[in-house]
């Protein structure tokens, strides 16, 4: 029993109930077939086939639901919802006015594209592929709960931005199928639509910029539109660590910015004043050199 209640507990919400309709189906299905197994004249042998029957198309019912739970959650949204999916040729005809900007999952997840959206920055349809949609709601049900939470997050990021009456956003049905990796989907989507990939993912920027794709990357914008800081300038900061170099303090700026001041460190917890003297821009954000005034 405590192996059962483990297992469950490492289940989401979805799961259980797709799986106890399959279960529920697997039994129901036992039920009819087993019918004639009770003619059998046999002493014993009718009943036991039955425990048999029963046991495995319920386990074949309660797996076989689980392993499609996407196809069939998706089947009874479409059930309750009452509308029917475009066929796949009807949504490659589709015509998009402007630019298409193709919205990848690490960018949904991350959630400023709701604001850079609403701030206006962003012109033309963003487009949700339906398989960015389904590896969304994937990650929702996952039995990690920072995968799960995550993947919510990005579901309710969609929801706000489809309320926001402002915002253009498009769900694409088009699956491409024949390919396997959802990266190379988005590539072969944008080049078919000839539009733009909205990304915060490294690796997808750099295969979409040798394939020759246009790449509007989140991170390079958060980046490009921080404080610059010349030498010479002095400003304030708190020195909340000590470097990795001899005496060395750190501090970080609203933005994230880091700070690395020379003889800084004997004064970690406190705030003084500080002369740049280089500013260091890396892939993995920009750092700004200063020593005491």
């Keep these: 029993?405590?192996?059962?209640?483990?297992?469950?507990?490492?289940?989401?919400?979805?799961?259980?109930?797709?799986?106890?309709?399959?279960?529920?189906?697997g039994l129901l299905i036992a039920f009819l077939l087993s019918q004639p197994l009770y003619a059998i004249p046999i002493p014993y042998i009718g009943s036991a086939l039955t425990v048999i029957l029963y046991g495995m198309l319920g386990y074949l019912g309660l797996n076989i639901?689980?392993?499609?739970?996407?196809d069939v959650t998706s089947k009874i949204?479409?059930?309750?919802?009452?509308?029917?999916?475009?066929?796949?040729?009807?949504?490659?005809?589709?015509?998009?006015?402007?630019?298409?900007?193709?919205l990848d999952t690490?960018?949904?997840?991350?959630?400023?594209?709701?604001?850079?959206?609403?701030?206006?920055?962003?012109?033309?349809?963003?487009?949700?592929?339906?398989?960015?949609?389904?590896?969304?709601?994937?990650?929702?049900?996952?039995?990690?709960?920072l995968k799960r939470n995550r993947g919510r997050r990005?579901?309710?990021?969609i929801k706000d931005m489809q309320d926001d009456a402002d915002t253009e956003i498009i769900v694409y049905e088009a699956k491409y199928d024949s390919i396997k990796e959802v990266d190379s989907k988005l590539l072969a989507l944008t080049k078919d639509l000839k539009g733009k990939i909205v990304t915060n993912d490294y690796n997808l920027n750099k295969v979409a910029t040798v394939q020759n794709i246009q790449v509007l990357n989140i991170n390079e914008l958060a980046n490009s539109v921080k404080p610059v800081y010349l030498p010479g300038e002095e400003m304030k900061v708190d020195i909340?660590?000590?470097?990795?170099?001899?005496?060395?303090?750190?501090?970080?700026?609203?933005?994230?910015?880091?700070i690395v001041v020379e003889q800084g460190k004997s004064y970690v917890g406190k705030t003084i004043n500080v002369i740049v003297t280089s500013v260091l821009q890396t892939s993995a954000g920009k750092m700004i050199f200063a020593r005491l005034t």
């Design 1 to 25: 029993m405590k192996r059962w209640e483990e297992e469950l507990k490492d289940r989401s919400l979805t799961e259980i109930i797709i799986g106890s309709i399959g279960l529920i189906i």
């Design 65 to 70: 639901a689980l392993k499609n739970r996407e």
């Design 77 to 102: 949204k479409e059930v309750l919802s009452g509308n029917r999916v475009q066929p796949k040729e009807k949504q490659k005809g589709a015509k998009i006015q402007g630019v298409a900007k193709i």
């Design 106 to 145: 690490s960018v949904i997840i991350d959630g400023r594209i709701k604001e850079i959206t609403k701030s206006g920055f962003l012109e033309g349809p963003l487009i949700l592929p339906v398989f960015v949609l389904e590896e969304l709601q994937h990650i929702a049900d996952s039995s990690d709960t």
């Design 154 to 157: 990005g579901l309710d990021i």
């Design 240 to 258: 909340v660590k000590q470097g990795k170099e001899h005496n060395q303090g750190l501090g970080y700026l609203d933005d994230g910015t880091m």
